[in-house]
């Protein structure tokens, strides 16, 4: 795919590929997968009572639909279930990150427009250093409730801290299938894919439009009152 694709140019991309990819599993089946890949992310294997936090199911629904998914999508280990290689092959990985200093509806749009885009969405939160050397003040919110606020978006499925040296180290433990940048972030599409590929990992970048793109972080410190037209 080319860098800088429209959102409705992806979604024909994805029919496309479908043929390629391994055979998916049904819609239930992804969200429990989605929800396995979350904890995997995160260092831990899914337990039943885990994915009945995520998963809106029964625990006894949940226990038969990950043994039927054992073996070609899921298997077994002590701390609980992990993805196959197929498992990880049949769910579409969404990436995003920002500082995410005040939550208003333009971060709200984009968001929900990336988890559009594939069955998992995993946002990287800026470090509080990171906000520092980019935007040359401290930001408002500490780094660690910024991310519990973006977690606590129903169309984010894992929100984690970004590194403080290299968002490549963030993007290698995600590996997503696609990147999602918001209408003015500074990184370049071409520039993202390239040293995606020269670390082994082939991504898609997606740029997304905002329907309010005057609403900034910035100009809400700075304006206050902007936020009354909403």
Known sequence: MHA?????????MQKEQCDIMPQAPSKDGKQILAAVYCDNLMGRGSTIQSLSNSVIASKEYLNKACKELQGQYLEKAKDGYHLTAKGRKSIMVVFAGGA???????????????????????????RNSTVLK????????????????????????????????????????VRPNI??????????????????????????????????PNIKSSKIVRQPGIMTDF
């Open 134 to 173: 980019n935007k040359g003040r401290e930001p408002i919110n500490d780094e660690k409730l910024r991310r519990d606020l973006v977690q606590a978006l129903r169309c984010v499925d894992c929100a984690l801290l970004g590194s403080e040296t290299d968002i490549f180290e963030t993007v290698m433990k």
């Open 4 to 12: 800088g694709a429209s959102s409705n140019a992806y979604n024909l």
């Open 179 to 212: 990147i999602a940048l918001g209408y003015d972030q500074k990184h370049n599409e071409r520039a993202l894919i390239d040293e995606a590929r020269k670390r082994g990992l082939d991504v898609d970048v997606v740029r997304l439009s905002s329907p309010i």
């Open 100 to 126: 995410f200093d005040i939550i208003h509806p333009g971060h709200v749009h984009t968001l929900a427009e990336s988890k559009n885009l594939g069955d998992v969405l995993v946002v990287s939160i800026a």
